[in-house]
């Protein structure tokens, strides 16, 4: 069935003269390499037609990637529109979204709003990176591919997926990332960029280390109020990007970052867990995303305590039922 999906993808994309491809807020890894290496792919096959990239937001972590573009608002209404990795339309970053002749959306997040005219969705995918490297393979005769391109893709596989180690990758996501090196993915850059941090990062993170909270029964959290993320000169993003340090702990089988956002007058929520699912959690605290890495928002303090009791008591669930795990 999603061959034919694919099949009035590549049929429509050919049928439009402007083609729009937006992505979600807060823009990940996969979301940025998803959005650049489609935009990438479409303009190096089809360099006579009018492809734009756009996002109402930036990413400081991704800056390496480079920029968008401007999008003329009369340009929407003879569009298409490609929205790449956002599982909402609350979540395209892109306010104009409404305006453009045809909506297509492409992710693989567990389907809750299926806002495009068509919508290809496979929510056991690693990522909307390894969409797009099936899409390229399953068209490779009709479609382009630089070695950029490769490489963004192969960006937002490697992010997404834990550098190929979360739930969800398969022998066929590794077969996909093969196909992507053979087209010359520059992974020495890639890499350096992804791993290079500032010496100020580190002394962040001997805080964070410092701070971390443990309940109970394991879940490790921890609180990024306004204050600390002025003290560390922070960005939101930069904020945010702190659930990655809470990964790994024993027995924490659910980590949990509480970003401070007083911009909204609420806290950001980023859940994380190995072994067992933790988005019925987010669904619970006006969230959702996949079973072991999802995103909610909480609005107060107290609220925050709560969400952590919950996690407390799914874990001590869990390791009643399955004893201790790593
Ligand atoms: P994050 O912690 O923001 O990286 O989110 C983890 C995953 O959950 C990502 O795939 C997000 O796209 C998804 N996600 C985050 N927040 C939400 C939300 N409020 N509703 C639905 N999905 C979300």
Redesign the pocket.
């Known amino acids: 069935m999603n061959e034919t999906v694919k099949q009035r993808i590549l049929d429509t994309i050919e049928e439009y003269e402007t083609v729009i491809v937006s992505r979600?807020i807060?823009p990940?890894g996969?979301?940025v390499g998803a959005s650049m290496g489609l935009t990438k792919l479409l303009r190096d096959t089809y360099p006579e037609k009018h492809i734009y990239l756009t996002d109402d937001d930036f990413s400081s972590y991704l800056a390496f990637c480079g920029g968008e573009d401007e999008v003329p608002e009369e340009a929407y209404q003879d569009a298409l529109l490609l929205v790449v990795?956002?599982?909402?339309r609350?979540?395209i970053s892109n306010r104009n979204y409404k305006r453009a002749k045809t909506v297509i959306k492409i992710d693989?997040?567990i389907e809750?709003d299926p806002y495009g005219d068509i919508n290809w969705v496979e929510d056991f995918r690693s990522s909307a990176c390894e969409m797009i490297a099936d899409f390229y393979l399953t068209f490779k005769d009709r479609l382009r591919i630089s070695r950029e391109a490769a490489t963004y893709i192969y960006m937002g596989m490697v992010t997404?997926s834990g550098r190929f180690r979360f739930e969800g990758v398969t022998g066929e996501t590794l077969r996909l990332a093969g196909a992507l090196l053979d087209c010359g993915v520059d992974y020495e850059t890639l890499f350096a960029h992804l791993y290079s941090e500032e010496p100020s990062s580190l002394k962040f993170k001997s805080y964070v280390y410092d701070h971390i909270r443990i309940t109970e029964h394991g879940v490790a959290y921890l609180y990024m109020d306004k204050a600390t993320q002025e003290k560390f000169s922070l960005s939101f993003e930069d904020a945010?990007a702190v659930?990655s340090e809470l990964d790994g702990i024993k027995g924490s089988l659910i980590w949990v970052?509480f970003i401070e956002n007083t911009a909204k007058g609420n806290i950001?929520?980023?859940?994380?867990s190995r072994f067992l699912g933790i988005?019925d959690l987010?669904?619970k605290y006006?969230?959702?995303?996949?079973n072991m890495?999802?995103?909610?928002?909480v609005f107060s303090e107290a609220e925050m305590y709560d969400l952590i009791s919950d996690a407390d008591e799914l874990l001590r669930a869990y390791k009643a039922e399955h004893g201790d795990k790593i």
């Open positions: 979600h807060r990940d996969d979301a990795d956002t599982g909402t609350a979540r693989h997040h809750a997404d945010s659930v970052a950001r929520v980023r859940l994380r988005n987010a669904i006006h969230g959702g995303g996949h890495a999802a995103g909610a928002t």
